[in-house]
Each structure stands twice: as C-alpha cells, then as structure tokens.
C-alpha cells in the first residue's frame, strides 16, 4: 500500500515535469516582462516613426545588403552597426521620444516614442 502511494507521487513528479518543459518552449516568441517591437531598415530608410510602451524592447534588423548603424542621437544605447541581415535590440524603460539615425548615412533618421 505505501509503494502505491510512492508510485502515484513519482507519477505526478512526471507529469508535472512534462508539462513544465512544454510550457518553456513558446518563451522566444512572447517575453514575460514587456513586449517586443520591430524596426526594419531597408532601402536605406528607417520607416516610420514607432510609438511603444515603456518596457518594450525594440529589435532593429537591416535588411538591406549595405551597412548601416543604428545610433541614438543622444547616447541613450551604445551605437550598433548592422550588416546586412543583422539586427540589434533595445529595451526602452522610460517615456519620452528618442531620435537615433545612421552615421554612414546620415539622412537616414527616424524616432521611437516611449508612453509611460
Ligand atoms: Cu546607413
């Protein structure tokens, strides 16, 4: 009778390990703290300005074949320079409106603007 009881506890042990590890997979897909928002660069241009909440973290991809730099106009993040294909990520904590352009194209600009 006690061997029972020690199989049904092993048996819920497995069970709730399997349902743990299903539960991790989608964590790539929808992160727990904030939300996620994309800026893609091509043909040179940055697109539209993009409004976010604070706590999102916003990724920059170059899809274009030249290189080009996602820097901020006041330092706010570490200037990042993107190849083509390559992308970089920014998590924007607090409100206001933040000015970035690209340094090898220097008419290439654009803003994010953070609510609170
Ligand atoms: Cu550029």
């Not at 994309?38 to 074949?65: H, K, L, M, Q, R």
């Not at 409106?97 to 654009?110: A, D, L, Q, R």
């Amino acid at each position: 009778m006690f061997s029972r009881f020690a199989l049904t506890v092993l048996l819920a042990v497995v069970v709730a390990a399997c349902s743990g590890s299903d539960s991790a997979e989608p964590d790539g897909e929808s992160p727990q703290n904030g939300v996620s928002a994309a800026i893609t660069i091509a043909g040179f241009s940055f697109g539209d300005p993009i409004e976010v909440v604070a706590g999102t973290t916003v990724t920059v991809t170059n899809d274009d074949s030249a290189a080009h730099t996602w820097t901020s106009s006041d330092d706010t993040w570490p200037s990042a320079a993107l190849g083509g294909g390559e992308s970089f990520d920014f998590t924007f904590e607090e409100a206001g409106t933040y000015e970035f352009f690209c340094s090898i194209h220097p008419t290439m600009t654009g803003s994010v603007t953070v609510t609170g």
